[in-house]
């Protein structure tokens, strides 16, 4: 898993999408996404900027009911020689060595930057931009800690799937109490972050509604729609150009 930003160059048609939220244990949530992928043929790589999966406790989440279809569509895409890029979200953060042999996709633990044609863009989950939520901060660097990695792999399945339901209920009570703008994306954040990057446009997803704005020194701020929504697919062309779209067609 790649743990430093590293650089891509986009040189074709890239597309990207993000927050799928599939439920590994329901095979009818699954299935939209495996016949999207399957129809994805003219581009050179696909972009999944997190939470892939509604949640994901470690490799054993690989045994539920759905997970095999979409990790062999996955599969099926590298294979037709799509590259497939992913960053983890705050739901999949788990994913881990087992999934990139099992896919051919290649992970990104906190991003990576890709240029087209001169400019670099910056691709994020989106999570960590939440800069005024401490609390979901102090516990993220907890859980993406080199304890937790090692204890996930090792948890039969029904007890990570506890502790993940566990987890949900206690984020659902904390985001209930929480300010609007205190769990929202800042937008200084996301300048710092073009900046430290040298990247003139920031890509991320967690919040679930697509927007596109001019931010401070013009820097482009781009948020996907959730995936089976409205504006949830962005393509960038070799000129380093957007065209939004839809995954409903």
Same mark, same amino acid.
């Given at each position: 898993?790649? $743990?430093?930003?590293?650089?891509?160059?986009?040189?074709?048609?890239?597309?990207?999408? *993000?927050?799928?939220?599939?439920?590994?244990?329901?095979?009818?949530?699954?299935?939209?996404?495996?016949?999207?992928?399957?129809?994805?043929?003219?581009?050179?790589?696909?972009?999944?900027?997190?939470?892939?999966?509604?949640?994901?406790?470690?490799?054993?989440?690989?045994?539920?009911?759905?997970?095999?279809?979409?990790?062999?569509?996955?599969?099926?895409?590298?294979?037709?020689?799509?590259?497939?890029?992913?960053?983890?979200?705050?739901?999949?953060?788990?994913?881990?060595?087992?999934?990139?042999?099992?896919?051919?996709?290649?992970?990104?633990?906190?991003?990576?930057?890709?240029?087209?044609?001169?400019?670099?863009?910056?691709?994020? $989950?989106?999570?960590?931009?939440?800069?005024?939520?401490?609390?979901?901060?102090?516990?993220?660097?907890?859980?993406?800690?080199?304890?937790?990695?090692?204890?996930?792999?090792?948890?039969?399945?029904?007890?990570?799937?506890?502790?993940?339901?566990?987890?949900?209920?206690?984020?659902?009570?904390?985001?209930?109490?929480?300010?609007?703008?205190?769990?929202?994306?800042?937008? &200084?954040?996301?300048?710092?972050?073009?900046?430290?990057?040298?990247?003139?446009?920031?890509?991320?997803?967690? *919040?679930?509604?697509?927007?596109?704005?001019?931010?401070?020194?013009?820097?482009?701020?781009?948020?996907?729609?959730?995936?089976?929504?409205?504006?949830?697919?962005? &393509?960038?062309?070799?000129?380093?150009?957007?065209?939004?779209?839809?995954?409903?067609?």
């Amino acid at each position: 898993m790649s $743990h430093a930003k590293s650089e891509i160059e986009f040189t074709s048609t890239t597309r990207i999408i *993000a927050d799928l939220h599939l439920d590994t244990n329901d095979a009818t949530c699954v299935e939209p996404f495996v016949r999207w992928l399957g129809e994805q043929n003219a581009l050179s790589r696909l972009v999944i900027l997190g939470d892939l999966f509604d949640v994901w406790v470690g490799p054993a989440q690989a045994r539920t009911v759905a997970a095999p279809r979409v990790l062999d569509a996955l599969r099926a895409c590298s294979e037709r020689g799509i590259a497939i890029e992913l960053v983890p979200g705050n739901r999949d953060f788990l994913l881990d060595r087992s999934f990139e042999e099992r896919t051919g996709a290649r992970l990104h633990e906190e991003g990576f930057v890709a240029v087209a044609n001169g400019r670099r863009f910056l691709f994020v $989950h989106g999570d960590t931009l939440c800069t005024k939520d401490s609390g979901y901060l102090r516990l993220r660097r907890v859980l993406r800690s080199r304890a937790v990695s090692w204890i996930a792999p090792r948890v039969p399945l029904a007890v990570g799937s506890s502790i993940a339901r566990k987890l949900r209920r206690e984020s659902v009570r904390a985001l209930s109490l929480k300010l609007p703008d205190e769990k929202s994306i800042q937008r &200084d954040a996301v300048v710092a972050a073009a900046r430290e990057e040298r990247c003139e446009t920031l890509v991320c997803g967690h *919040a679930h509604a697509f927007r596109d704005e001019t931010l401070a020194g013009g820097t482009r701020f781009v948020v996907l729609g959730a995936f089976g929504g409205s504006s949830d697919v962005l &393509d960038i062309d070799a000129r380093g150009e957007f065209h939004m779209s839809t995954s409903r067609g």
